[in-house]
């Protein structure tokens, strides 16, 4: 999973860098009461940017509580581990048959 996404998110990024390197025109960014010029270059790439933070931020409680859960399951399976002690020794193999005596003839 982690290739697959890895190679897909190349793949997006030279899109995207395709795309904004294609569109580079002077443009006109208007918040509020700022109006900035700049090259359409700078917009889409910052916006892009400012995507994957946000997606990055917003997948960081899952992250998180992810770890935090790990983290009590490990101490919980050691705690386990630790109860299980063997209560008696394992049995030991058998002992082979000791060779009979030799038969006499009469």
């Known amino acids: 999973m982690g290739q697959t996404a ?7 990024a030279t899109g995207v860098a395709v795309f904004a390197v294609q569109n580079a025109g002077p443009v006109v960014v208007r918040f509020g009461f700022w109006s900035l010029e700049m090259s359409l270059v700078v917009v889409i790439l910052v916006a892009a940017a400012l995507g994957a933070m946000m997606a990055s931020l917003v997948s960081l409680p899952g992250w998180f509580r992810d770890r935090r859960r790990l983290r009590h399951q490990t101490k919980e399976l050691q705690a386990l581990r630790a109860s299980r002690a063997p209560t008696a020794p394992p049995p030991s193999p058998p002992e082979p048959p000791s060779p009979s005596p030799p038969a006499r003839n009469l």
């Open 6 to 12: 890895l190679i897909l998110f190349l793949i997006l």
